[in-house]
C-alpha cells in the first residue's frame, strides 16, 4: 500500500542557474493538512524550490511524488491540474484588469471562446462569501489596496479549487493586524484539508503559525523540525550555520544639534490624487540614529526622494546644517553635506554597466580632484576607489576595473556604503541599506552605521524590518498614510505596540527635539 | 531594465563585438549572394545552376565585394567621397545611442543640413568652412527638437524623430523648388545650382585628391569625418560630459541620483548628434558631389538610415565607425557598378536591411562566439523569488511599480 | 464630395494599420516595422492584380489580392516576430531593419515586372474596388475595415484570446504563471499585425491611384498609423476617431489642387506636411496622461527553460 502520509514530497531537488547551485539535492515533505513553513535568509534557495513544485522552472536532479506518486510538472498549468496554486511574493496581477479578469484569467469560464463573465462572477463572490476573503470583483488592481490584491490571489488559488497552497513571503506587505487575519486564514484552510506551504525568513511567524519547519542554507536542506520542539534560537542559528548575536552593540551616546530640519513638508503622489507626505515636521540630531517605521508604501518613499531632490514637494522646508536646501538641486545639497544610500540600489545607487571606479565617483566626479578642464583624471579615480575597496572590504572580480553588474548584492550595497560614507557626511540617509543581503553583510553595515553615528554624524534611517528598526535606531518615528503618527524610545517599546501604530489604530503627538542644552 | 546589454550601447569584450559584427556581415553577404543568384535564375529560366552562379558572380557578387576597386581610381575616389558623409550619420546615430536614445531622425537632420549647406554657399556666399558650420547649426537645430520632446513631454524619440524626417524633406524641398522660381534653384536643370562653376569658394577643397582619384568629388571631406570620429572618441571616453552622457544611457535614474540633469542631456545628445548629421550633408554637397532635386527627391537620404547600420556594426564605437562607414561606402559602391541590366543598384542596400536585422540580435552571436551560453551576467545573489532571473535591477522584495 | 471619398480612404488605412500596431503592442511587442509591412503588403497585392489574366471576374480579383496582401504581410511580420521573441532582438533596431529592407525588396521587385525601363513603377486597374453608392465613391476597403474593426473589438475584449494577449504586454509574468505560453501569445499579436498592416498598405495605394512607385515606400503612413494608435491610447475605439480625424489631413493635400484649397495658393508639399504636424501637436498634448501597454518593448525571458 502507498504511503500516503504525505501529500507533496520534493526528493534530492537540484536546480542550478548559470554559475550557481540554487537547490542542492533538497528534499522537502509536506503532510496532508498541515502548515509548513520553509525558512531560509535571502538566497536560500527557499523561493527556487517552490517555483520548482509550481512549475515555473524545472529541476535538473530530483523527484516530485504527490500522494506516493511520481509526477511531472513542467509549467504552471501541470501544477494546477494537481491542485498546486501560488499566491506569489509579488503579485502577480494586472494592474489595468479587475479582479474579476485577474482571477480567472488562464482558466475562463468561455463558450467558443467568448468570456462568460457573469459565471465567474457568482463563483468568486461566492468564494468570497465563504472564506471570508472580502473583495470588489469589478475593481481594478491598480485602484485596491494591497490587502485587497493579496486576498485576490488568495482567490486565484481557490477558484482553481487548488489543495496545495503555497504562500511566497506574504506578510512582508501586511500589517502586524492583517497578519494575525492572514494566519487565521490559513489555518482555516488547514481544517478543510487543504495543505499550505509558506515561505519566510520571520521566525516569530514560524513559531506562531506553523506545525513543522523546514530549513534551507545556502541551497542545501539543513533540516526539518517539529514547530514544537524548537526555539527561535535554534531555527536561527540552523539558517544562518552559527550562533547569530540578535542584537548591535551599541553605546549609548548624547545627541548633539539638529543637523537635519524638516518643517512642514509635503510631498505630492505619482500614484494618486492625495499626497504621499502630509505635512510632516521632524528632526534628525548629531550623532543620533532616526529610524522611520512603517508599512511599505505609506510615504516614506516619497519622503526620502524629497530630501534627497530626486522629486519636488508641494509644501514645507528642509533645512541641513543650518542652510535652507528645500529648493536646491540634487548636488548641492550633496555638497552641503547629505548623502543618500537609496532603497533601490539598482536604479538609482549604480549605474549597472560602469566599473566600480567609475560608480564610486559617480556624484564627485565633478570634484577638482577627479577632472581637468573636464577630462577626467583617471589615475585619482583608480587611487580612490582602490582605497575605498580595500578599507570597506568589497569584493570583486577584478577590483575596480569590475563591471559592477557582476559583482553579488552584498558587495554592490557595501560599495555604495563605502561611497556615501567616504563622502563623511554630516546627514547620512540610508533607505533599506541592508534589504536582499545575507546577515554578514547585515551586520558589517549595522557597524558602519554605528560607527558614524558615534562620530558624531546624523543619520536617518529607513527600514520595513522591525527587528532592525528595533536594534538600531536610537528613537523611532512611525509613519502612516503620509503622516507621523508616534515617536517612540526602542528601550521603551515593543513591535507590538509599533505595530499598532504602524497600522493605523493609534497615533500620538510628537515630542519638540530641538538643539540640546 | 533588461538583464543583457543593448546592442545599441555597444561596450562589453572588444574582440567578441568585433566578431559578432563579422559574423552579421558574412550571413548579409551570403544572404546578399542568395538572391543575385535568385534574381539571376529568375531572369534567366532554364539555365544551368553553373550558369546562374557565373552570372550572379560575375555581374553582381563581384562588384560588391570589390566594391570602390572595381573601376580603380575613379570607383575609390567615389567611395571615399561616399564614405564621409555616412561616417558623420554613423557618428550620429552611434552617439546618440551611446547616450540611451535612437536617433531615427539623421536623414531629416542630413536634409535640414543640406539645406543650411547650400543656403550658406549660394544664398550667403559664405567660404565652404562656414557653409560647413551653417550646416551643423541645421541640423543640430532639427535634432533638438526631438530632443525636446522627449525631455519635457516624455514624446519617444523615434516617432517624434520620425516625423521630423517628413517635415523636414517636405519643407526643404518646398523652399528649395521656391514654385519654380527659388533663388537657390536652377530650373532649367531642375536642381540646385551648381556649386563648382558658380560658387567656387564653397567648395571643399581637395589638395590634389581629385587629380589622384580622378574624381574631383574626392576631398578632404574624409580626412574632416575621420577628425571629427576622433574628437567624439575622445569626448565620450575621456570626458565628464562624456561619463554623464553614457550615465544617462545605462541608467536614467541613476544618473539623476548623481545629480545629472537628464533633460539636458537628452537634449544636448540630440542636438549634437543633429549637428553631426548635419555636418554630413554638408561634406556632401559641399563636395559638389551632387546637387539636390527638390521635385524629385521624394523619399528620405538613405545615407540617413545606413548611418544605423554603420552606428550598429560598429557597436556605436566612434573608431570602428570609420570602418564600418567604409565598409558599407564600399558595398554600396559596389551595388552601382553592378551591370544594371541584370541585377539593380538596390541589392546594396538590401544588404544593409539584413545587416541591420542581424545586429539587432548580434549579442545572440556574441555569447556563442564565446563558448556555449556562458552569460557574463552575475548568478542572481537571490534566485528570483517568483520572477525569472531576467528582470535584473530587482531587488528582492520591493514593490513592482515604481 | 472628394473630400469625404479620401477621408474614409485614407481613415480606413491609418485604422486598419493601426489596429494592427494594436494587436501587437497589447501582447508586448513594439511594431515599427508597419510601414514596411504595408510595403510589402501592398507590393504583393499589386503584383497579382497585374498577373492575374483580364477577364478574372471581380470576386476572384478581390480575393486573390486582399488575401495575397494579407498573407504578405504575415510572413513579412514574422521575420519581426522571429527576432524579437525568439531572439530576443532590440524591438526598435529589428523593426527600423525590417522597413528599409522592405523599400529595397519593393524597388527590385518592382523593377523586375519592368524589365525594359528602369522604373520602379507598377500600374494596374482599381475598377474592381471602387463602387458608387449615391453619388459617393467609396472603395471596398470601406466596409472591410469597419467589419475588421468591430471584429477586433469583439476578439480584444471579449473573448479568452483577447484577455490573455493583453495580459502578455501589461504583465507577462502573471500570465506565464497561470499558465499562458507567453511566447505563443505574442507570435499571435505580431502576425496578426502583419495581416492588418498587409492590406492596409494594399488599401493604402490601390483605391486612390492607378499606378505607384514604390521607391517612396508609402510615404510614412506607417508611422501616422502608429501615432493614431497612441492617440488612440491603444483602444479599437478611439483609434477609429483617430484614424478619422488624421485622414482628413492627408485628404487636403490630395485635393489642394482641385478645390478651394487652390484659391490659398499654398505649395502642395504644405499638405503633405500637415498630418505630420497634427500628429506631433497631438501627441504633444496627449503624452502626459498616455498609457501604453506595461511591459511592451523588454523582451520576455522565461528563464531557464
Known amino acids: 500500500m502507498a504511503d500516503a502520509e504525505y501529500v507533496i514530497e520534493m526528493l534530492n531537488i537540484t536546480k542550478e542557474f ?36 509550481f512549475g515555473l522552472y524545472q529541476a535538473e536532479e530530483g523527484v516530485i511524488k504527490k500522494n506516493g506518486e511520481p509526477v511531472r510538472i513542467l509549467n504552471p498549468n501541470d501544477a494546477n491540474a494537481l491542485s498546486i496554486g501560488m499566491v506569489h511574493q509579488h503579485f502577480k496581477l494586472v494592474e489595468c484588469f479587475s479582479v474579476l479578469d485577474n482571477i480567472i484569467l488562464g482558466a475562463e469560464p468561455a463558450r467558443l471562446g467568448v468570456i462568460q463573465r457573469h459565471e465567474a462572477r457568482e463563483k468568486v463572490l461566492q468564494l468570497s462569501k465563504k472564506y471570508a476573503l472580502r473583495v470588489e470583483p469589478d475593481a481594478l488592481i491598480e485602484d485596491i489596496s494591497v490587502g485587497m490584491q493579496q486576498r485576490v490571489e488568495i482567490l486565484k488559488m481557490l477558484y482553481r479549487d487548488n489543495e496545495i497552497l503555497i504562500f511566497d513571503e506574504p506578510t512582508a506587505v501586511l500589517t502586524p493586524q492583517e497578519i494575525k487575519e492572514l494566519m487565521e486564514i490559513m489555518r482555516g484552510f488547514t481544517r478543510e484539508g487543504k495543505s499550505i506551504l509558506f515561505i519566510t525568513h520571520k521566525l516569530q511567524e514560524i513559531m506562531d503559525v506553523s506545525d513543522r519547519v523546514t530549513v534551507l542554507r545556502r541551497g542545501k536542506c539543513v533540516g526539518t523540525v517539529n514547530t514544537s520542539e524548537t526555539t527561535v534560537e535554534a531555527l536561527s542559528a540552523m539558517m544562518v550555520g552559527r550562533p547569530v548575536n540578535l542584537k548591535v552593540e551599541k553605546a549609548d ?241 515593543t513591535t507590538d505596540e509599533l505595530g499598532l501604530y504602524m497600522a493605523g489604530a493609534k497615533r500620538r503627538a510628537l515630542e519638540e527635539k530641538g538643539d540640546a542644552t | 531594465m533588461k538583464k543583457t546589454k543593448s546592442p545599441r550601447l555597444g561596450g562589453g569584450n572588444g574582440l567578441l563585438t568585433i566578431g559578432a559584427s563579422f559574423v552579421c556581415i558574412l550571413i548579409g553577404l551570403a544572404f ?12 534567366n529560366p532554364g539555365s544551368s545552376f553553373g550558369f546562374i552562379v557565373s552570372r550572379a558572380w560575375r555581374y553582381g557578387f563581384k562588384p560588391i565585394i570589390m566594391g570602390g576597386f572595381y573601376l580603380p581610381p575613379i570607383s575609390i575616389g567615389q567611395e571615399i567621397a561616399a564614405a564621409a558623409p555616412l561616417i558623420m550619420t554613423g557618428l550620429s546615430v552611434g552617439f546618440a545611442f551611446k547616450t540611451g536614445l535612437f536617433n531615427i531622425g ?58 521630423f524626417n517628413w517635415i523636414g524633406l517636405y519643407a526643404v524641398n518646398t523652399i528649395m523648388y521656391g514654385g519654380g522660381t527659388g533663388p537657390m534653384y536652377d530650373a532649367s536643370k531642375t536642381k540646385t545650382w551648381n556649386l563648382r562653376s558658380l560658387y567656387p569658394d564653397s567648395v571643399i577643397p581637395d589638395l590634389g585628391l581629385g587629380v589622384f582619384f580622378k574624381n574631383r568629388s574626392t576631398t578632404i571631406a574624409i580626412f574632416l ?22 550615465a544617462c544611457g545605462y541608467n536614467r535614474s541613476a544618473a539623476k541620483y548623481a545629480g545629472i540633469s537628464e533633460k539636458k542631456s537628452i537634449i544636448l545628445s540630440m542636438l549634437i548628434s543633429g549637428a553631426l548629421a548635419g555636418f554630413g550633408a554638408g561634406l556632401y554637397y559641399l563636395s559638389a558631389v551632387a546637387e539636390w532635386r527638390p521635385m524629385e527627391s521624394t523619399a528620405l537620404p538613405a545615407v540617413g538610415f545606413n548611418g544605423i547600420a554603420v552606428a550598429l556594426l560598429a557597436s556605436s564605437n566612434p573608431i570602428g565607425i570609420i570602418f564600418s562607414a567604409l565598409f558599407i561606402s564600399h558595398i554600396t559602391i559596389g551595388g552601382s557598378l553592378m551591370n544594371s541590366q541584370y541585377f539593380p543598384p538596390e541589392i546594396a542596400d ?53 | 464630395m472628394l473630400l469625404i471619398k479620401y477621408t474614409l480612404l485614407y481613415a480606413m488605412v491609418l485604422m486598419l494599420v493601426a489596429l494592427g500596431g494594436c494587436f501587437s503592442e497589447h501582447s508586448g511587442i513594439i511594431n515599427i516595422a508597419l510601414e514596411g509591412i504595408m510595403t510589402i503588403g501592398g507590393l504583393v497585392g499589386i503584383a497579382m492584380l497585374v498577373v492575374m489574366p483580364a477577364g478574372t471576374s471581380n470576386s476572384v480579383i478581390l480575393l486573390v489580392s486582399i488575401g495575397a496582401a494579407g498573407l504578405s504581410g504575415i510572413l513579412y511580420s514574422a521575420l519581426l516576430a522571429f527576432a524579437s521573441i525568439n531572439l530576443k532582438a532590440d524591438q526598435t533596431i529589428g523593426g527600423t531593419a525590417l522597413n528599409l529592407l522592405a523599400t529595397a525588396l519593393a524597388v527590385v521587385i518592382a523593377r523586375r515586372f519592368n524589365t525594359g525601363t528602369q522604373a520602379a513603377k507598377l500600374s494596374y486597374s482599381n475598377a474592381p474596388f471602387i463602387y458608387n453608392i449615391g453619388g459617393l465613391t467609396v472603395n471596398i476597403f470601406l466596409f472591410i475595415g469597419i467589419a475588421l474593426l468591430l471584429l477586433s473589438i469583439f476578439i480584444m475584449y471579449r473573448t479568452r484570446f483577447g484577455l490573455r494577449l493583453r495580459a502578455c504586454g501589461e504583465h507577462p509574468q502573471a500570465a506565464d504563471s497561470v499558465g499562458i505560453n507567453v511566447y505563443h501569445m505574442r507570435w499571435w499579436g505580431v502576425l496578426i499585425s502583419g495581416f492588418l498592416g498587409g492590406i492596409g498598405g494594399f488599401a493604402y495605394i490601390v483605391p486612390a491611384v492607378q499606378t505607384w512607385n514604390f521607391e517612396v515606400g508609402v510615404a510614412g503612413m506607417g508611422f501616422l498609423a502608429l501615432a493614431v494608435m497612441i492617440f488612440g491610447q491603444w483602444k479599437p475605439g478611439r483609434i477609429f476617431f483617430a484614424a478619422m480625424f488624421f485622414a482628413v489631413f492627408k485628404a487636403l493635400a490630395n485635393i489642394a489642387d482641385s478645390t478651394f484649397l487652390a484659391a490659398l495658393g499654398w505649395p502642395k508639399e504644405i499638405y503633405n506636411m500637415m498630418p505630420f504636424i497634427a500628429s506631433m501637436i497631438i501627441l504633444a498634448f496627449t503624452s502626459k496622461k498616455s498609457r501604453a501597454p506595461k511591459a511592451e518593448g523588454i523582451p520576455y525571458d522565461k528563464g531557464s527553460r
Not at chain 1, 540554487?22 to 517552490?50: C, F, P, R, Y
Not at chain 1, 563591471?403 to 550595497?413: L, Y
Not at chain 2, 546578399?32 to 531572369?43: K, P, Q, R, T, V
Open chain 2, 106 to 163: 539623421a536623414a531629416g537632420q542630413y536634409t535640414l543640413g543640406a539645406f543650411g549647406a547650400l543656403y550658406c554657399a549660394i544664398i550667403l556666399g559664405l567660404p565652404w568652412w562656414a557653409c560647413l558650420i551653417g550646416a551643423s547649426l541645421f541640423g543640430a537645430a532639427w535634432g533638438a527638437i526631438p530632443g525636446i520632446f522627449k525631455a519635457y513631454l516624455n514624446i519617444h524619440e523615434v516617432i517624434s524623430s520620425i516625423m
Open chain 1, 253 to 493: 551616546t548624547k545627541p548633539g544639534g539638529v543637523v537635519l530640519g524638516v518643517a512642514n513638508l509635503t510631498v505630492p503622489s505619482r500614484l494618486h490624487k492625495n499626497n504621499a507626505v502630509k505635512n510632516i515636521s521632524f528632526n534628525v540630531r548629531a550623532g543620533e540614529i532616526v529610524c522611520l517605521a512603517g508599512i511599505e508604501g505609506n510615504g516614506q518613499n516619497e519622503l526620502i526622494y524629497a530630501l534627497s531632490g530626486l522629486e519636488k514637494q508641494s509644501a514645507g522646508t528642509i533645512t541641513l546644517c543650518g542652510r535652507d536646501i528645500s529648493t536646491a538641486s540634487i548636488r548641492e545639497r550633496s555638497r552641503c553635506g547629505m548623502s543618500h544610500i537609496p532603497a533601490d540600489r539598482h536604479k538609482y545607487g549604480l549605474v549597472l554597466d560602469y566599473t566600480l571606479e567609475q560608480n564610486m565617483v559617480l556624484q564627485r566626479y565633478r570634484e577638482p580632484e577627479f577632472q581637468k578642464n573636464g577630462f577626467i583624471q583617471f589615475d585619482t579615480v583608480r587611487k580612490y576607489s582602490d582605497r575605498l575597496i580595500a578599507q570597506y572590504d568589497v569584493r570583486s572580480g577584478q577590483g575596480s576595473s569590475t563591471v559592477v553588474r557582476a559583482m553579488s548584492g552584498g558587495n554592490q550595497q557595501k560599495a555604495i556604503v563605502a561611497r556615501e560614507i567616504d563622502k563623511n557626511p554630516e546627514l547620512l540617509v540610508a533607505v533599506q541599506p541592508t534589504r536582499g543581503l545575507d546577515v554578514g553583510a547585515i551586520e558589517y553595515i549595522h557597524r558602519q552605521l554605528v560607527a558614524q553615528r558615534d562620530a558624531g554624524k546624523a543619520i536617518l534611517l529607513v527600514s520595513l524590518e522591525l527587528d532592525e528598526v528595533m536594534n538600531v535606531s536610537d528613537r523611532i518615528l512611525v509613519m502612516y498614510e503620509g503622516e507621523l503618527v508616534g515617536e517612540f524610545d526602542p528601550r521603551t517599546t
Open chain 2, 225 to 246: 569625418a575621420i577628425a571629427v570620429a576622433l574628437v567624439i572618441a575622445v569626448v565620450i571616453s575621456r570626458t565628464t560630459f562624456g561619463y554623464e552622457l553614457r
Open chain 1, 18 to 53: 548559470p554559475g550557481i547551485k540554487a537547490n542542492d539535492n533538497v528534499t522537502l515533505q509536506l503532510k496532508k493538512g498541515e502548515i509548513h513553513a520553509l525558512l531560509g535568509e535571502n538566497g536560500a534557495g527557499k523561493s527556487t524550490l517552490m517555483s520548482v513544485l
Open chain 2, 32 to 43: 546578399g549572394f542568395l538572391f543575385l543568384m535568385a534574381l539571376s535564375w529568375i531572369n
Open chain 2, 350 to 402: 538590401i544588404i544593409s536591411g539584413i545587416i541591420i536585422y542581424l545586429c539587432a540580435f548580434a549579442l545572440l552571436f556574441q555569447t556563442m562566439l564565446s563558448g556555449r551560453g556562458r552569460k557574463k551576467n552575475a548568478p542572481p545573489e537571490s534566485p528570483p523569488a517568483s520572477e525569472p532571473p531576467a528582470e535584473d535591477g530587482e531587488v528582492p522584495g520591493k514593490e513592482a511599480n515604481e
